[in-house]
């Protein structure tokens, strides 16, 4: 197996073309006969290269966590192509991925439940080290992880604590500092400031801004104001089809696809408008 | 003419378990009016909420403060007396729509119950009176929506139907906790327009609670800005978002990212105002 890595970034670190997911629709199951299919994902285009942020954006449905999900390969594409790193991993098995997951990382939408929440906070950060054996030790492994939570401006006073100790925005802080620990190709985080408060939002961005020249970062979201504030170029997905992508502010200055339109027209912008809720 | 002052929370002090979670709050909502009350979380603006509903957390104490509805000050008022009016005069639109339909009731027996309660009108009359509202909400098909249960709904149908019940009993002030959070932005959108025009029909005060202030700058006739338990500024929308005044208000607005401006024009909360706020509090609660 090869283990050439592109470093070009011009090259796409990770790259889809005519992506197709199906899943079984259990809701839809019925004894002694298969569960019908459903089409997730129909076709999607995608490529993403170092340094480059892209967002995708989409309401609920739409197929953007289940998007995020195959591009990291947890589930084996029903038809298309993807390709990691030049190598095609479409329908590469689990033991050819597991030494390139180590260079495609997640960071989730809840940090509560995705951090273990018996490990203390170093052990968290320094796991992927230990996982990928990037470390010789544990005491090393410790070392680096508290120089990762320097980077994601946590004090060192927060490594021997426990998740359930920190605030939101300081869990997922842990959240990115675990995820760029083996110095991830690929970041794909999921919804990651949802659940935060503007302040603390926006301080989370900017420490994506921070990193996002080190990766290729794929950032899911419903909310395209966040999209807007930190991604190059959007996808805007509905049904599981890409209706529109392009450079983010070329895109939300003129949107050229009715759902795109229709998106950017339902978000309340903090000022007045008395217009703007309209009648039914 | 200015219409007459609904609710009126005065001076409202609460604790929870000693810790103080309100400190003086003071806001006026007046009929037919929106009066927004925005702040990040633990500024204390869905306690402010439950007290006026009367459900506070059972550690909660109020330990000074009124609040008078139509003149009648709630927190005097004997429980039997109390509970009367909730439902019927003041009603919950509720955050969750997920939770807050009983998951193995019927839709319409969830309102249709309500209707015979406060209104003390009979099965068919009320059947007939919940059809209407469903057609109000605009809801397709409202007669065979009353036989359904709430899983099969969508997240949006579910919350126009807490809409539709919490406008039910024609109630004066109706408290909306975050009610369109749960929701995807155009469904958000159809929502907000629902409320603002069942408000508009039957002049019905709301106190709308939510951390978004773009939701406020839309629908809200005045805004009370909070953090740490107290209101910064209750002015109206019109002058808080065309000059707001508090370094709070505008630090937020800073920290809101658009979709209509480049990302680097994004500023955080500064340390300095936050430690300011905090100052304030310390100053606060040493002195009661």
């Given amino acids: ?54 967002g995708v954006v989409g309401e609920s449905g739409s197929g953007k966590t289940t998007l995020g999900r195959t591009l990291l390969r947890l589930y084996e594409p029903t038809d298309g192509s993807l ?9 590469a098995r689990e033991e050819r991925l597991r030494p390139m997951r180590a260079r495609m ?57 426990y998740p359930h100790e920190l605030s939101g925005g300081q869990r997922q802080r842990v959240g990115i500092a675990r995820a760029i620990a083996a110095s991830p190709k690929l970041v794909i985080a999921d919804e ?20 996002r020249a080190e990766t290729a970062l794929v950032f899911i979201s419903h909310d395209l104001s966040v999209v807007r504030a930190l991604c190059d170029r959007v996808l805007v997905m509905h049904r599981g089809v890409v209706v529109e992508q392009g450079a983010t502010d070329a895109v939300f200055a003129r949107p050229e ?14 000022e007045r408008d008395p217009n703007w809720i309209g009648s039914a | 003419m200015t219409p007459p002052v609904l609710l009126d929370i005065d001076g409202l002090r609460v ?56 003149g009648t000050d709630l927190l005097s008022l004997k429980a039997r007396a109390r509970e009367a009016l909730l439902g019927r005069d003041i009603a919950l639109i509720p955050q969750n729509p997920m939770t807050a339909l009983n998951p193995v009731a019927r839709i319409g027996t969830q309102i249709v119950d309500g209707l015979r309660m406060h209104l003390g009108l ?8 919940a059809v209407e509202l469903l057609q109000a909400v605009h809801l397709p098909d409202p007669e065979s929506l009353l036989r359904r249960f709430p899983h099969e709904l969508s997240g949006g149908m579910r919350q126009r139907v807490l809409i539709a019940s919490a406008f039910s009993c024609r109630p004066r002030l109706v408290i909306a906790d975050e009610p369109t959070t749960a929701l995807d932005v155009t469904v958000q959108k159809q929502c907000l327009r629902l409320i603002r025009e069942l408000q508009r029909q039957h002049a019905t005060a709301v106190l709308f609670v939510t ?29 808080i978002f065309r000059a707001p005044r508090h370094p709070y208000t505008r630090a937020l607005l800073a920290a809101t990212p658009r979709f209509d401006r480049p990302g680097d024009t994004l500023v955080p909360v500064s340390a300095e105002v936050l430690a300011r706020l905090q100052e304030e509090v310390d100053v606060y609660d040493a002195a009661h």
């Fill in chain 1, 105 to 161: 990382q997640c960071i989730f939408q809840d940090p509560l439940s995705s951090l273990n929440p018996r490990h203390r906070i170093e052990d968290i950060v320094a796991q992927p080290l230990l996982s990928f054996g990037l470390v010789r030790d544990r005491s090393e492994a410790r070392g680096r992880a508290r120089q990762l939570l320097e980077r994601v401006q946590l004090s060192q006073s927060f490594a021997l604590r």
């Fill in chain 2, 211 to 239: 951390h978004d202030l773009g939701v406020v700058a839309k629908l809200c006739d005045s805004v009370a800005v909070m953090h740490g338990g107290r209101i910064l500024e209750f002015r109206s929308g019109d002058d």
């Fill in chain 2, 122 to 129: 009979d099965r068919n009359g009320a059947r007939a009176r």
């Fill in chain 2, 15 to 70: 604790s929870v378990g000693g810790r103080p979670v309100l400190r003086d709050v003071s806001l006026q909502v007046r009929s037919g009016e929106i009066a927004g009350l925005v702040g990040e979380s633990g500024a204390g603006k869905t306690m402010a909420g439950r007290a006026v509903l009367g459900l506070l957390p059972d550690a909660a104490r109020v330990l000074s403060g009124e609040i008078r509805f139509d």
């Fill in chain 1, 257 to 270: 696809h009715d759902y795109t339109r229709d998106l950017l027209a339902s978000i309340p912008l903090p």
């Fill in chain 1, 1 to 54: 197996m090869s283990t050439m890595r592109h470093t070009d970034p011009v090259l796409p670190v990770l790259e889809a073309r005519g992506l197709r997911l199906h899943l079984a629709d259990r809701a839809g199951a019925r004894w002694f006969r298969k569960a019908p299919r459903l089409e997730i994902l129909r076709g999607i285009d995608l490529s993403v290269a170092q340094g480059e942020t892209i």
């Fill in chain 1, 83 to 91: 390709r990691f790193e030049g190598q095609d991993i479409t329908h």
């Fill in chain 1, 192 to 211: 990651i400031v949802s659940g935060l408060d503007v302040s603390t939002q926006a301080q989370i961005l900017m420490l994506l801004r921070e990193i």
